[in-house]
């Protein structure tokens, strides 16, 4: 029974991340569950706790928040109540859990800021075996405490008052909707003959994707959820029973206790069942949505065989039947089942291809009585592989029959070159690798009763998946000795606003209450990459009730152009120029009706043809205008004295930032002068203020930018924010009323570009023994429609493009390609990896051409102290041989040029300090670290400063919060105005030696003195000539190093990351727990990027990927399981403030040790083929990748060219091998 309670106001408008409830279905259940797809109707009579219930920052955090603030596991804090609410919901359920409990709760919940380990860490003190006794008390876990569980009692007799009720159907009608629950069959078979076109809703995750993202409208809803036989689950003779209402969660709860007592050959098809489950989206969904899988409808029983899909998500279910039950059967002696999954990820991700493969031998023999195998991912539908099943029918379980049955399915599981979802050759191959897999794990079964080729069946059966617990060290600095205690500069202090965000207190640019008035804004945008408009009909629109306005480039009062280099307009007028380009926006009074007015806007185009890849843009020399280039030494002499020369390609995709708030805008115009106020969540005030300010045609001064937090920024909110913050200042403008609008992640991911895609091109001259002579590079950029940033970001990967080595003789040039994607911009690391990852890719090669471990090339080619860079600045202070010693792998970094920072310092009568300066908070640490600064530098504790936001009224003409330069620069700001304000108290504290700071402070306040003060600064020196290369581009260069062992599975081209280690130089660090959070997100955001991101687009440039459905980042189970960070010690820094050294960007690329300990693997499981020579591989190492690149009989099997010699080497199949392991430094 569904019982409910809900303690937030609007929680559908909040992301699946932000706000997870927990359900209770009787007084012991508790499940979380995504605000974002559970409907609000179906929460009738259910209890729902939010975040704020269960605990806050003015009375006492629940240690469900407390531990993950405290373990620095919050940073932007974003996804930060929705891993609360995990844990809590674990601790009401199991207090007393397990570590792999833990780690199972968080498989539906993303961050992307911290890299996971902190949160695991933070709640490892929860498990049952915990490495710390830190958090019990009397040998007590203090989560034990009463008040863990805030509120039971309320809810449990609220609960017990519902139960008690006579529940009666319900109906619930909005606008276009209605949503209907009966609560007795009885009831549903009437509603359904009633309204037989009705939509079944039980858990909404497919009908409420259905619904908000394919633009999918269903008005007649039935809730069956409350009817007690579609809940019920019944043990008979042939299986289990489950009502089609039962949740995959209950589901797996009752399969688990089954298997524990059933004997095992009864349990085959369940156990197979649950391992499946596991990998079946996350607990939040598997909490409310339901499954199939035999069907019994009415009087009508049906099986899942060839005949049951009709056709692509069609059944041979009626629109008009209802699904009562399903049946799960008992396997039988001497028959086997196993079902196999291979997704891009392997937590909550669809798959590529799956199946479900059962054989049963007649009795006592190991001769096929039965078999049958079906696939996944193969056609439209589950296919079944009939011919082959047939022919296998009868034979006895050995090689002849594997190989055949490879033959057999290689033909039968065919797939066009042009199938839809594409990774033809990799779909292929899975269906031979899994049948390989089935026919060991078969074999090691029967191997009880026939003896067979166990040893390789057990290889395959221990494959890289088995689950370890995770382990993690860091090493933080220490601080001197004799620091003071209140000197927190140097010292873990948590981010300032933790706790905050563990309560879901932190105020994020959309929380901010309504203004009366406010109107909502949908963005309008072009469909088409490339087209002339001919016309926009917004006419529809305004019978959409709510409708107030459309607004398009003729609303704009003052520029339509704008953009970083005047080459984009506000909105599009003649011709869009990628899918995504924003046309017009529509104003309504909510949310949902400007979304419903602004998708029936209609846009007639002429379209032109696009160019959408790299590859494309060189054929048609569709290039951006500035082309840069460094030059070194004598390339042409380089070669000539070199023993090889190797050439080489290397395509690297895009990332998409996915920082989790997306890009969000208030506009309030103030009524007086065209005065406008802008929340904003942006990286940088400035720009956004300029931009604006341009748009409306007034002075900038009537225009205030305020930025309280991010939830994460990556360089995506530096620049493209402004493209929806000035079109929401111009429909302020136009209507004068409050306008607001925060993009869904679909439109986000559409809209505002992401890190530039880059292919390198290399030849590369060096001697025998690994050392480089000469390189010629050319880097291509996918810049996209407009220029934005991307001559900066290509100017950063030409500079980096010698990593960590000295190259004697280069030659290089950088080319941005423009084309009809979304503009292409800042992402951490700005080019940085892009250019350092190509050089990896040819010193990887040559490490491998000269038949010498690449560890030995790299550290040979290292630079030295001292030594000139490519672009001739001299290295001082190298660590980086110093970091290599103690991580045996290498990589450096360059902090780039950024200009200037400023800070207002106000000190108040009572001694509070409001502080103010030019950066954005976007989980970073970057107002803690600006506090810590402040209080020492004033010699207060940290208690008695605040800073409040961002804003351009108090420091105006900011640089962006980028570049890894904000602390350095902001901090010396800081400093600045600080030292400012001692030297007006300085008198006065000569005066009274003994006083306290308030003591001074009022006598200022009493003596006149000003108590106020702005700070400046702008790092010397700086500047950099391409022409003639020369001058100093980097104030001081980062250096890091990491070691990443991996494991492929050569079948499936999955990989798991074993252990890393990092050893990083942040000079003398200003916040080490800050520090330590940066490396690791950083880290295993790049980890994203060289493993798991891919943008696909269509030829004509429309964007595949819009969603975290299709999107993969890197999720808890992901990271590597041993985790190692260390920061170096004793290496200040004397060019930043109290000698600390950038962190932000850095590390990103320390996780490139994965993707070429994966190379490295590859190389070993090509071996057995007898390849040895370098290959291409390309990033991200996708598991398609990585399968097609183990070459071995099965590839060959499913590729034209290798036909013949995969069938000719099927004798050979045993010996394909199963995984492969590698380490790399880097
Ligand atoms: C984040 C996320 C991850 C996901 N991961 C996976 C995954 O790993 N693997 C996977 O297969 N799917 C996945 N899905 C898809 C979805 O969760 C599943 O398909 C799930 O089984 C749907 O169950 P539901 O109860 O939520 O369906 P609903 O949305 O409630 O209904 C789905 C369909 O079933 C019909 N229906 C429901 N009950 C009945 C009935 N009694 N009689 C007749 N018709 C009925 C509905 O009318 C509707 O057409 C994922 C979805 C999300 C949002
Ligand atoms: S802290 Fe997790 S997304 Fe920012």
Request: glycine letters at 8%; proline letters at 5%.
């Amino acid at each position: 029974m569904f019982k409910i309670v809900i303690s937030r106001s609007n929680p559908m408008v909040h992301t699946q991340f932000k706000l997870q409830v927990k359900l209770m279905r009787t007084l012991a259940d508790h499940h979380t569950a995504n605000a974002c797809l559970f409907p609000v109707c179906a929460l009738h009579h259910v209890a729902v706790t939010t975040v704020e219930g269960i605990g806050n920052t003015k009375s006492r955090l629940h240690p469900a928040q407390e531990r993950i603030a405290k373990s620095h596991g919050s940073q932007c804090g974003f996804c930060t109540p929705g891993i609360v609410m995990s844990m809590y919901t674990l601790l009401r359920n199991k207090p007393e859990p397990k570590m792999e409990d833990i780690e199972d709760a968080f498989q539906g919940n993303l961050c992307r800021c911290t890299g996971y380990r902190p949160i695991l860490e933070g709640y490892r003190t929860f498990a049952k075996v915990s490495g710390s006794l830190a958090w019990h008390r009397h040998g007590q876990h203090v989560y034990r405490d009463s008040w863990l569980d805030v509120g039971s009692e309320y809810l449990n007799s609220l609960l017990q008052t519902q139960s008690n009720k006579q529940q009666k159907q319900l109906c619930f009608k909005g606008e276009r909707v209605m949503w209907i629950q009966p609560t007795t069959l009885k009831e549903l078979v009437a509603l359904k003959s009633q309204y037989p076109n009705a939509k079944l809703v039980v858990g909404n995750t497919e009908v409420g994707i259905e619904m908000r993202l394919k633009n999918m409208l269903y008005p007649v809803i039935i809730a069956p959820a409350w009817i007690s036989e579609m809940n019920a689950v019944q043990h008979t003779e042939t299986g289990v029973t489950f009502g089609a209402a039962c949740t995959l969660s209950s589901v797996e709860e009752v399969l688990r206790k089954v298997v524990a007592e059933l004997p095992p050959y009864k349990a085959e098809v369940f156990q197979a069942v649950l391992e499946q489950l596991r990998w079946f989206a996350g607990p939040q969904i598997r909490n409310v949505a339901v499954s199939s899988f035999t069907h019994i409808i009415g009087k009508r029983t049906i099986t899942m065989d060839e005949k049951f899909f009709t056709g692509y998500r069609k059944t041979i279910v009626k629109p008009e039947e209802i699904l009562l039950s399903v049946e799960i059967p008992y396997s039988k002696k001497g028959e086997y089942f196993s079902a196999f999954k291979q997704a891009s990820r392997r937590e909550d991700d669809i798959a590529i291809v799956t199946c479900g493969m059962r054989v049963l031998f007649q009795d006592g023999t190991n001769r096929v009585e039965e078999i049958k195998l079906s696939y996944g991912g193969m056609a439209p539908t589950t296919v079944l592989a009939l011919k082959t099943c047939k022919e296998l029918t009868g034979r006895d379980w050995n090689e002849k029959l594997l190989q055949d049955a490879c033959r057999l399915l290689a033909g039968e599981m065919d797939l066009s070159p042009s199938a839809p979802g594409g990774m033809v050759d990799f779909r292929r191959t899975l269906t031979l690798s899994f049948f390989f897999k089935f026919y060991l794990t078969v074999l090691q079964k029967l191997s009880k009763n026939y003896n067979g080729t166990v040893s390789a069946a057990r290889e395959v059966l221990q494959s890289c998946f088995t689950k370890i617990p995770f382990q993690s060290c860091v090493l933080l600095q220490e601080v001197p000795r004799g620091q003071a205690v209140e000197d927190m500069v140097g010292r873990p202090l948590m981010h300032v606003s933790a706790a905050k965000q563990a309560c879901g207190e932190a105020v994020y640019c959309d929380d901010i209450p309504h203004y009366e008035n406010e109107l909502y804004l949908t963005l309008v945008t072009s469909t088409k990459a490339h087209a002339k408009i001919l016309s926009v009909d917004a006419s529809e629109a305004q019978s959409v009730p709510g409708f107030v306005c459309f607004v398009s480039a003729k609303d704009v009062p003052g520029s339509n152009i704008t953009g970083i280099a005047n080459d984009e307009t506000v909105f599009a007028e003649d011709v869009v120029t990628c899918v995504g380009h924003i046309i017009g926006a529509v104003l309504a009074d909510t949310q949902e009706h400007s979304r419903r007015a602004a998708k029936v806007v209609k846009i007639k185009y002429e379209e032109l043809k696009p160019i959408v890849t790299i590859q494309e843009a060189i054929e048609k020399q569709s290039f951006l205008k500035s082309i840069k280039r460094i030059n070194k030494g004598d390339v042409k002499k380089g070669f000539e004295e070199s023993d090889h020369i190797l050439e080489g390609e290397m395509y690297l995709g895009g990332q998409e930032h996915f920082y989790l708030e997306t890009h969000c805008t208030l506009a309030v115009p103030k009524g007086e002068d065209g005065e406008m106020e802008l929340f904003v969540s942006t990286q940088n005030p400035m720009k956004t203020q300029e931009f604006a300010a341009n748009a409306l045609g007034v002075p900038s001064n009537r225009i205030v930018v305020r930025v309280k937090r991010m939830g994460g920024g990556f360089g995506g909110k530096e620049t493209r924010n402004t493209i929806l913050t000035t079109a929401v200042a111009v429909a302020a403008f136009k209507t004068g009323r409050p306008v607001r609008c925060m993009l869904d992640r679909d439109e986000d991911m559409l809209i505002s570009g992401g890190r530039h895609p880059f292919l390198g091109r290399y030849k590369v001259g060096f001697m025998k023994n690994g050392k480089v002579k000469s390189l010629e590079v050319s880097y291509y950029g996918n810049g996209g429609n407009s220029v934005d940033l991307s001559y900066g970001v290509m100017d950063r990967a030409l500079l980096h493009l010698d990593n960590s080595y000295n190259i004697p003789n280069v030659s290089s040039v950088g080319i941005v390609c423009k084309t009809n994607l979304p503009s292409n911009t800042a992402f951490r690391g700005f080019g940085g990896p892009q250019g350092m990852m190509i050089a990896e890719c040819w010193m990887s090669d040559l490490a491998r051409k000269c038949g010498l471990p690449p560890e030995e090339v790299r550290k040979l080619n290292l630079y030295h102290e001292g030594d000139l860079t490519h672009f001739n600045q001299k290295l001082e202070g190298f660590t980086l041989r110093r970091c290599w010693d103690e991580c045996l792998s290498s990589s450096s970094y360059h902090v780039f040029w950024s200009c200037l920072a400023g800070a207002l310092v106000h000190v108040y009568t009572d001694g509070s300090v409001l502080l103010t300066h030019g950066g954005t908070e976007m989980g970073q640490g970057l107002h803690t670290k600006m506090i810590q600064v402040a209080s020492r530098s004033l010699g207060i504790p940290t208690s008695n400063i605040y800073i409040s936001e961002t804003s351009t009224n108090t420091v105006p003409n900011t640089s962006p919060t980028a570049a890894s330069v904000s602390a350095d620069i902001n901090g010396m700001a800081v400093h600045n105005a600080c030292q400012t304000i001692l030297k007006r108290l300085e008198p006065i504290k000569q005066s009274n030696p003994k006083g306290s700071w308030e003591d001074w402070i009022k006598a200022a306040y009493e003596n006149c003195v000003s108590l106020s003060a702005t700070g400046f600064y702008r790092i010397p020196d700086l500047g950099y000539d391409f022409e003639k290369n020369e001058g100093k581009p980097f104030c001081y260069f980062s250096y890091g190093v990491a070691c990443s062992e991996v494991e492929i599975d050569c079948l499936t081209g999955d990989h798991k990351n074993i252990r890393t280690d990092i050893v990083m130089d942040v000079g003398t660090s200003l916040n080490p727990a800050i520090d330590i959070g940066q490396i690791e997100g950083a880290f295993v955001q790049g980890l994203g990027l060289f493993t798991m991101e891919e943008l696909r687009y269509s030829p004509e440039g429309n964007l595949y990927t819009r969603g975290p459905g299709m999107y993969k980042i890197p999720a808890f189970g992901d990271i590597p399981t041993e985790f190692y960070v260390s920061l170096l010690r004793d290496c200040p820094n004397s060019k930043a403030v109290y000698s600390s050294k950038a962190v932000g960007e850095p590390p990103l690329f320390l996780s490139a040790s994965v993707f070429y300990a994966i190379k490295d693997a590859i190389y070993s499981a090509r071996k057995d083929s007898g390849l040895t020579e370098p290959f291409r591989l390309d990033s991200p190492a996708t598991p398609e990748r990585i399968r097609n690149a183990c070459v071995d009989i099965f590839t060959k099997m499913v590729t034209p060219s290798g036909l013949g010699n995969g069938f000719e080497n099927l004798h050979k199949l045993l010996t394909i091998r199963p995984s492969a392991r590698a380490r790399h430094s880097l």
